[in-house]
Structures are given as C-alpha cells and as structure tokens.
C-alpha cells in the first residue's frame, strides 16, 4: 500500500538553529515527490518537486532532496517566519491522485 | 489572478442540513479536486476531476456529491451533513501538461451540530 510518512511531528528551533524534516514513501512509481508549507488557517503553499532520486531544490533558507526511499527539507538558519507546517506529497504514475504525509510542525523562537 | 477561491469561508451547519461549497480557478487548469483536513490525518481526498464533465472519487467519497459543469469551477455537495463532517475542506487544482503541482484554495471551515 504506498504510504507516506513524515517525522518529527513537531520540532522547535532557536532561531539560526539549522535542522531537517524527513518523509519517507513508499509508491510503486514515484510520479514526483511535493513538499508544500501551511500556515495556520490557510491553505498549502506550494515549494518544491523533486522527481527523481539525487535531485536537489532550493529556496532561500530551505532545501530538499530526494532519495529512492525519502526525501529531506533541509532548513538553514530559520527564523521565526519559517515557522509553519510542512507537508510532505507523492504521486505515482498512472493516477492524478495525491498522496499526503500528516505534516511537521515546525515552530521557530526568537 | 485570483489562483483558486472557495466559497464560503466559514459555515454552522445542522445535522441532516444540506450545503454546496464552491471551488474556482482563473488557471485554465483541468485537474481539479476536494480534500479535507482533519487533526492527525493529514489532507485525505474526497473527488477529484480530470475535466469538464468528469468526477472520480477519492479515498473518502462517502456522503459527498460533486460537479464539474464549467472548466473553471469544482462543486462539493453535501446533501444530508453529518458531525462526522465537520473538518477543513481545501480544493486544489493543477495543470494537465508539464509541472504535476497542485495549487491550493484557502479552505473552507465547516461544523456540523
């Protein structure tokens, strides 16, 4: 059954603390792998895909990589308006269907 | 561009009361799709809608009815609520050729008494 899991649940960082988020899937073809980041009652933000294993994307503070197994939203010196939730996706091919880790909460402290 | 917008934002609902949430994009996309949220379970699917005129269900279709009339609006109906629906519902929607993202609506707050 293709499963997506993200860990920690939640993480609290100093500001400038650097740190990462895992999400490990299985799927029997990753399509692309998406992390997204939602703030308190709002809707998710798209960030990145990454579609095959080694490819590496980045963003400001943020940076994700991907393996065959798992991918990693590498955070450099965050500061409090980083704080939000991360919420990892896979797609596999042949369907148009998302499928969606629970999310890390990340709260980052002045 | 207004990307996606849902309507209502925030909505009391009574059990067996029936409502429709209103999902539209300015993208041209011509995938779209119904999600809720729900504390520990992370964004589950409901419908979903490769085009004009096509519905498909998701992971958790039961008591939901949808429409795909117009290219650009994606309707979730909910003929009969119940508590159990009470949650955040998010439509997203995403381009059929070249990059797979998906773009998120800002939610929809529903309570079911």
């Known amino acids: 059954e293709d499963q997506v899991t993200q860990s920690p649940e939640a993480l609290r960082l100093q500001e400038g603390e650097s740190s990462s988020l895992n999400c490990s899937y299985t799927v029997s073809g990753l399509r692309g792998l998406f992390w997204y980041r939602q703030d308190p009652g709002k809707g998710p933000e798209f960030l990145f895909t990454?579609?095959?294993a080694g490819e590496e994307k980045e963003k400001e503070r943020l940076k994700a990589t991907l393996t065959k197994k798992e991918s990693f939203l590498h955070i450099t010196a965050p500061k409090p308006e980083d704080s939000a939730t991360y919420l990892c996706a896979v797609q596999e091919w042949g369907t148009y269907k998302y499928i969606f880790g629970t999310g890390t909460r990340l709260k980052v402290l002045a | 561009n207004a990307g996606v917008t849902q309507t209502p934002k925030f909505r009391v609902l009574k059990t067996g009361q029936s409502m429709t949430l209103l999902c539209a994009q300015d993208m041209n996309h011509e995938y779209m799709y119904w999600y809720r949220q729900d504390p520990g379970m992370g964004l589950r699917l409901i419908h979903y809608s490769v085009g004009e005129g096509t519905t498909a269900k998701g992971e958790v279709p039961d008591g939901y009815n949808v429409s795909r009339l117009k290219k650009q609006n994606f309707l979730l109906g909910l003929e009969s609520a119940a508590p159990s629906q009470t949650s955040v519902y998010f439509c997203?929607?995403?381009?059929?050729?070249?990059?797979?993202?998906?773009?998120f609506g800002p939610g929809t707050r529903l309570t079911v008494t």
């Open positions: 997203a929607s995403q381009q059929a050729t070249g990059g797979n993202e998906q773009y």
């Open positions: 990454l579609y095959s």
